[in-house]
């Protein structure tokens, strides 16, 4: 995802305009505060002291030594271990009172079949102290042309090795801080080995200003919003953001919204109005966007080039050997390539800290299974990659056909756009040119568009050049939340 992300950034058209800000002024906010009120969820509240093994209560853990590893003969994969038995690198959890419950590692869910990244995005600032409020996991399976993409939310509390119990957000500066192996990075890696079983073998961290950056030599990206969403956002980037006069509250979508960097990076960030679960949805559709405008240009012969201009903007383990060594393997990957997954309710569950921290507690059984499916090679995915349909707005609504492009691509369906023969359809269509007319097939399709009666049109085809054809009417809704589709 680094190289793809990196090559994605060749793409600016040539002397092109700036297009306008796709936002609608709503009203102004005499009354704004740019800072985020922390998010406490609702709905799920754990049983009082009740903690998985990964996730023992702050009091259990008072790290104040670390064991050194010692070799040990292999192990049983479905097996608990200790987590030296893993990662040699890892100090194994310590114990400083007699009874202390000691933290588990998850056993590893990756093989050495994909490729692991960990996306990183910073608020990192000269001279300030910083958090890694934006993780996002990719794992590649770079020969099947498959991706997981797997959200953590930066309040995920969980086991940091020599630190202790904390926010997963933290660990990057205290590897920094403390001397770790590896630094930052390598205290990341190791704390997302420790507490989620997957091998990060890759890092990219970016900061604001060089995602601002990425996204202008763009020329702004493409981002398919489909439900609409509104949040405060400071009149120009250049206001002071300490004066609330200088908010405004600003609504995007639905529809194929432009975005320069400054709007992508508020896109992506901001959570007044909503939580950092939505948040880490909006990431990655951004994420989605840039990987698909690498997929449809040629930019892969300009990599030296790329790794040049943005090996300052981009930090990151990855090479420029590493970068060419992945670069043909881009041939394998289409739009539908993408499965999203993201930690949130019901596999975390909201707690508060005895120092009266709000945080998110993992649920093991919950979250151990989402993982297991996000980290498994997706047969179901490989059959629908093989399903190409063509898309075709049938109303006046502008981009419908795109959103509901995107919609279909989350749920590993393959698509193309095409022009409508009218714009008046009153109900959306479904023409299947298969030989087989499978009617599963089509109530899947239906289902993930969430369609309620479309009319089918059976035409057997085949010479055709694919599978299906979706007309959308004036009873599409295009709304829809990601972790809703299967995948």
């Not at 009082?48 to 590893?69: D, M, V």
Request: glycine share 6%.
């Amino acid at each position: 995802m680094s190289a793809i992300f990196l090559q994605a950034c060749s793409t600016a058209p040539q002397g092109s305009g700036s297009a306008p800000l796709p936002f609608i002024l709503i009203t102004s906010a005499p009354n704004a505060s740019p800072t985020p009120t922390p998010f406490q969820p609702s709905l799920y509240t754990p049983t009082p002291l009740s903690y998985s093994l990964n996730t023992p209560s702050p009091e259990q853990i008072l790290p104040t030594e670390t064991a050194s590893p010692t070799p040990i003969p292999p192990i049983d994969p479905t097996a608990t271990v200790d987590i030296s038995q893993l990662f040699p690198t890892v100090a194994a959890p310590p114990i400083s009172e007699p009874g202390a419950v000691v933290p588990t590692a998850l056993p590893p869910l990756t093989d050495n079949e994909t490729i692991n990244f960990l996306l990183i995005g910073s608020d990192k600032r000269p001279g300030a102290s910083y958090r890694t409020d934006t993780l996002v996991i990719a794992i590649v399976w770079h020969k099947e042309g498959q991706v997981a993409l797997i959200s953590i939310p930066r309040d995920l509390w969980i086991y940091i090795p020599t630190v202790g119990m904390q926010r997963i957000n933290t660990a990057y500066q205290s590897g920094e801080i403390n001397g770790y192996a590896g630094g930052g990075p390598g205290l990341l890696k190791d704390t997302i080995a420790y507490n989620l079983g997957i091998r990060i073998d890759h890092t990219a961290m970016v900061e604001f200003d060089g995602f601002r950056r990425i996204v202008d030599t763009l020329g702004g990206v493409e981002v398919p919003v489909s439900c609409a969403y509104t949040d405060w956002r400071l009149i120009d980037p250049s206001y002071d953001p300490e004066n609330e006069n200088n908010w405004w509250l600003y609504t995007v979508g639905p529809g194929q919204i432009h975005m320069d960097g400054d709007l992508a990076l508020w896109y992506a960030r901001s959570r007044s109005k909503s939580n950092d679960f939505d948040r880490g949805r909006r990431q990655q559709e951004v994420i989605r966007t840039l990987f698909n405008k690498a997929l449809q240009t040629d930019t892969f012969s300009k990599i030296p080039q790329l790794y040049n201009d943005f090996s300052s903007t981009i930090l990151t383990d990855l090479g420029l050997g590493d970068l060419l060594l992945m670069s043909p393997y881009a041939l394998n990957f289409t739009n539908a390539n993408i499965r999203g997954y993201y930690i949130r309710p019901p596999y975390v569950s909201s707690w508060i800290t005895p120092g009266g921290a709000s945080v998110l507690l993992p649920n093991e059984a919950e979250l151990g299974q989402m993982l297991m499916e996000a980290t498994t090679l997706s047969t179901y995915a490989v059959e629908r990659k093989s399903i190409t349909m063509d898309v075709q707005n049938g109303t006046t609504f502008e981009a419908w056909d795109a959103l509901a492009a995107s919609r279909l691509n989350y749920a590993g369906y393959q698509t193309s756009l095409s022009n409508a023969d009218r714009r008046d359809y009153v109900s959306s269509v479904i023409v299947d040119f298969t030989p087989g007319q499978d009617p599963n097939q089509r109530q899947s399709i239906i289902s993930v568009l969430n369609l309620y009666s479309p009319n089918i049109i059976s035409l057997p085809d085949t010479n055709s050049p694919v599978q299906y054809r979706v007309i959308l009417g004036y009873d599409y809704e295009p709304c829809f939340q990601p972790e809703d589709l299967s995948h």
